[in-house]
């Protein structure tokens, strides 16, 4: 019975570790275009698992703003994640990004109605591109 009790234990340490590392790719790939960071944002809205969004903010703390709200999301209120959701679950990209060095703006449109013109300031940190400030 040890010995299952052990098995498993193990296999469930593998089991988590692999799905760890899958999340850590995927997000790595998400980092990888300002864009997709930016279409992140909206999807974390879209499917209420805001998990995602701290992992997205410049990890040297300059954020504000709206930014710094997404950035700790989770130290927010229910009624303002449910607003945060509220205007970010329509959400769309507009146009390309404008990329100048390490430092990218998104412009989108978003808010209830998915009618409010605004953009995402992103910075590229090792390679990954960050939200900085909204």
Known sequence: MKILIIYTAVLAGILFASSDNKAISQTDDIQSDPVKVVEAVFEAARTGDLSVLPGL?????KNDG???AICFIGTLSKEEQDEFIKYFEKGKVIGEPEISGDNAKVKIVFGPKGNKNEEFNLVRIDGKWYLSSL
């Open 57 to 61: 903010c410049d990890p040297t703390g």
């Open 66 to 68: 709206d930014t710094k």
